[in-house]
């Protein structure tokens, strides 16, 4: 949670009010408007609500090794809803993300286990094929000029597809070989899915990576050029265009990130549970771009932050292990995940309008 | 001409030293154990082939796309297809509608046989009628063991996932369990439903039930973690499909729990587990036998007017439990992908 202090307000903080202004509130309000009008206010309390509400009517989430599962379970969403988040903040998504991760951790447990290669090999494949998928995504929308939603729509059904009948041909079955026997998957399970002890707690390392991304994040949209450039093509392609923004490589290397992003959280899927089934991760990128949208990005572009997905993705995990730490009857699950998250994007608008009304 | 090509391959030979550079990395990274390298190259079930007539059998099922459990099923049709000089059709949708179509697409390919999955009964009704009026004998594999006679299909291979149940409820009472959590991947499903069900009709204990996401293995497994963090009293998991299971065992074992795992169905990897004790049983229903019989009873009718349990009865391929007492004999062929 100490990740707010890194957060710096992504849009312009509003004007000093005038000498003449005597009303007496003045000097507080301004500093409270610019606080509240962060994309990530609205987020950050209602994680806050989520937080409170399942501490109150879960206890068993009061336990240190509830606190580190539910971190995990976020932080698998959380990996992933950072680069989405950039992308969608430079204007597109990508539908595509979801079975990406499977294809990427495919591609590696695959390419060692058949070749009987040192994983490491598998990992280093699997990286290129990602990012080949994210700059194919880029390059065909360039190109195009079709709405990302088209050309990735397209990349997700090849990609399932693909998924399922690569890994049928080489293998002869729908999951991949167990690679846990071989050389280097320590050393790689080490650092994609390992966990280490706090105060007698396991902590999953996902979380930490996902803390870290999400402050290099936060650091590259607001303290770098690139950081502008994205900003600057969400916000109006044709003027960033004028202005000299480079609009065709910041638009392909944000679907470059969004591989990046796959292909981290394929090979945690991999090293923590040693194969691979071929049809998952269809559905897991409306999740995503929910916990990009619930995190305060506009889905039109231009506006949001890093950070906001941060909590976005952690009100995902909330709900979702809260209910059941809840015990609450698990016929209602879905619906119960639908009506907090429908209710915290509301508070996420209420805090903006309110914000943004002077 | 030749000043071009010349440069082009000055051009091509940084490429060529860099492939030959990666090659030989490559070469030096090679895994010393496991890989394909240890995997026994082992042949299927391959029997002679048979000298009738040529015929054409269309398997529909249920199917969603990537299921272990389905795959196996399809090798068992496809190993009964090759022996009885069967070309077998297959087809699968989850969605009862399409599923429909693709047993119209069948009738109108004039096929010699269908074997069709009753998920949805309901849903399936007209265009097996169809099917009879084309005078195409219909079998009924895996789902519908309550419905098959109603829809007039001439035999059913499967295993009554109430009777699965509450044979694993017994077990759970014979291991002396307290409480159990049912693991259910797709929420909604009757099948899944059914064996929950059952499990709670013989279990002496109780039996709670838990939905997660089966697309989303990190979720399956957060979710069990959750579900014993919040009732410490669970003693055995029950886990509705094999991935699931292998999961369930490492959020048990992470979460330091000392609940067990049992489960419905079987792969490779779960014998495996099986024997290091990580799972303690599992209650196979046989889907390569399922696949096989479909098919291989089609081509008995054919051929020699056969019926299968007799036209009555419906020909059970499950229970059979997996245990530490006999995975050794099953492990062999999960291996091959074919138990």
């Not at chain 1, 994609?192 to 706090?198: E, K, L, M, N």
């Not at chain 2, 889907?287 to 299968?308: E, H």
Request: with cysteine; glycine share 12%; charged share 15%.
């Amino acid at each position: 949670m100490s990740m707010t202090q890194q957060a710096e307000p992504a849009v312009t903080s509003p004007p000093a009010p005038g000498p003449k202004d005597t009303d007496g509130r003045t000097a507080e309000r301004p500093l409270a408007l610019r606080l509240l009008a962060r994309p990530e206010v609205g987020v950050f309390l209602g994680a806050v609500a989520v937080l409170v509400f399942f501490l109150i009517t879960a206890p068993p989430v009061r336990d240190g090794g509830s606190m580190a599962n539910i971190l995990y379970q976020s932080s698998t969403i959380g990996i992933m809803a950072l680069p989405v988040a950039l992308l969608m903040i430079g204007g597109e998504f990508d539908l595509s993300s979801g079975v990406a991760v499977i294809t990427s951790a495919l591609t590696a447990s695959m390419i060692s286990y058949q070749l009987t290669m040192n994983v490491w090999v598998g990992v280093i494949v699997a990286l290129i094929v990602s990012l080949a998928v994210g700059l194919f995504n880029g390059w065909m929308l360039v190109k195009t000029g079709l709405p990302s939603f088209l050309v990735t729509l397209g990349t997700f059904l090849i990609l399932q597809g693909a998924n399922l009948a690569i890994t049928k041909l080489v293998t002869g079955n729908v999951a991949t070989d167990d690679i846990s026997t071989m050389d280097g998957f320590d050393q790689a399970k080490a650092l994609f899915a390992s966990s280490f002890d706090v105060g007698g707690v396991q902590v999953k390392i996902t979380i930490v990576w996902w803390l870290v991304f999400a402050a290099l994040a936060t650091w590259v949209l607001l303290r770098t050029k690139y950081g502008n450039w994205i900003f600057a093509v969400g916000g109006n392609k044709e003027s960033a265009r004028a202005v000299g923004v480079p609009v065709t490589f910041t638009k392909i290397s944000l679907f470059m990130l969004v591989g990046f992003g796959a292909w981290f959280v394929g090979m945690h899927q991999l090293f923590s549970f040693n194969t691979v089934q071929s049809g998952e991760g269809v559905g897991q990128e409306l999740i995503y771009i929910a916990a990009a949208v619930i995190g305060g990005c506009l889905l039109t572009g231009g506006y949001g932050s890093a950070i906001g997905p941060v909590f976005g993705a952690f009100m995902f995990g909330m709900v979702q292990q809260g209910i059941v730490y809840a015990g609450w009857n698990p016929d209602w699950f879905k619906a119960f995940l639908g009506v907090m998250l429908l209710g915290a994007t509301l508070i996420n608008l209420w805090v903006r309008q309110t914000a943004t009304r002077r | 001409m030749d000043r071009s090509s010349h440069s082009r391959s000055r051009r091509m030979a940084p490429l060529v030293a860099l492939a030959a550079a990666a090659a030989l990395t490559l070469a030096g990274c090679s895994s010393g154990s496991g890989g394909k390298k240890a995997e026994e190259s082992a042949e299927g079930a391959a029997a002679g082939k048979a000298n009738t007539p040529r015929m054409t059998v269309a398997l529909v099922t249920h199917q969603s796309p990537g299921d272990t459990f389905w795959d196996i099923v399809r090798k068992g049709a496809e190993a009964a297809a090759a022996k009885d000089n069967v070309k077998l059709i297959y087809s699968a949708d989850p969605s009862a509608g399409v599923q429909a179509n693709l047993v119209q697409n069948a009738i109108d390919q004039k096929v010699d046989g269908i074997a069709v999955t009753l998920a949805k009964p309901d849903a399936l009704k007209d265009v097996i009628a169809k099917a009879k009026a084309a005078n195409i004998p219909v079998v009924g594999l895996n789902s519908g063991v309550s419905e098959w006679q109603k829809l007039g299909l001439m035999e059913f291979f499967g295993q009554d996932e109430t009777v699965a149940g509450e044979a694993l409820g017994k077990r759970l009472n014979e291991a002396g369990a307290k409480k159990a959590v049912c693991v259910i991947q797709e929420q909604g499903n009757i099948g899944l439903t059914q064996r929950c069900d059952g499990v709670e009709k013989t279990f002496s204990g109780t039996v709670e039930t838990l939905n997660v996401n089966g697309t989303d293995m990190p979720s399956v497994k957060s979710t069990i973690t959750a579900k014993l963090a919040e009732d410490k009293a669970i003693d055995y998991v029950v886990t509705l499909g094999a991935p699931f299971a292998l999961t369930a065992a490492q959020a048990v074992s992470e979460s330091g729990s000392g609940a067990k795992v049992a489960t419905f169905d079987l792969n490779k990897d779960l014998t495996g587990a099986i024997s290091k004790g990580s799972i303690e049983f599992a209650v196979d229903q046989q889907p390569y036998l399922q696949g096989y019989l479909a098919i291989d009873s089609l081509w008995l009718y054919k051929n020699n007017g056969n019926y299968m349990g007799g036209g009555e009865q419906p020909v059970l391929t499950g229970p059979a439990f997996v245990d530490k007492s006999n995975v050794d004999a099953v492990a062999g062929f999960a291996a091959k992908g074919t138990r």
